[in-house]
């Protein structure tokens, strides 16, 4: 990853369906501006890891999140938006987590976090991370070196740590 601590986040347009079903897009400095934010970087949505382990894990600690003040959880994938919100209700993550789509990829590139898993039909990913963010600053970032492990970057040991 080429994002490092300390570093800003870049500017990058995200997507997601607002409570009226239409395609909204945000730059995610926008969603970082002023708060305590918690960046969870997935593969994809309805993928084994991320459904059984990734997502489920935040949302169960969402008010140890809370305690130690974040304020916002963010869900970012490479899919589409519809997918994004599909996945967000098959997983109960309610207004817990905002369930965002980077369908080009732009994020995921830009913070050098893609992966290439088209041996498994699955095109170009995000590797898996979760990332503390303060304001649009970088404050702790843990990524997996394989997308299908979730230790690192696992609910229960990250939010452990800050």
């Keep these: 990853?080429?994002?490092?601590?300390?570093?800003?986040?870049?500017?990058?347009?995200?997507?997601?369906?607002?409570?009226?079903?239409?395609?909204?897009?945000?730059?995610?400095?926008?969603?970082?501006?002023?708060?305590k934010v918690l960046i969870l970087g997935m593969p994809g949505a309805f993928t084994k890891t991320c459904s059984a382990l990734h997502l489920p894990g935040y949302i169960k600690n969402y008010d140890l999140a809370l305690k130690k003040g974040i304020t916002k959880i963010i869900c970012i994938a490479v899919n589409d938006p519809n997918v994004m919100k599909a996945w967000g209700e098959s997983q109960n993550t309610g207004?817990?987590?905002?369930?965002?789509?980077?369908?080009?990829?732009?994020?995921?590139?830009?913070?050098?976090?893609?992966?290439?898993?088209?041996?498994?039909?699955?095109?170009?990913?995000?590797n898996?991370?979760?990332?503390?963010?303060?304001?649009?600053?970088?404050?702790?970032?843990?990524e997996e070196k394989e997308t299908a492990m979730c230790e690192l970057s696992a609910a229960e040991n990250f939010l452990k740590a800050i």
């Design 1 to 35: 990853m080429k994002l490092k601590i300390g570093n800003k986040i870049p500017s990058a347009e995200l997507f997601y369906l607002d409570q009226n079903n239409d395609a909204k897009k945000i730059d995610i400095l926008d969603l970082c501006k002023n708060n």
């Design 95 to 126: 207004t817990k987590i905002l369930m965002v789509g980077d369908p080009f990829i732009k994020f995921t590139q830009a913070i050098g976090a893609e992966v290439d898993k088209s041996v498994k039909g699955l095109g170009i990913r995000s």
């Design 128 to 142: 898996r991370y979760t990332m503390l963010v303060e304001n649009g600053i970088v404050k702790k970032i843990e």
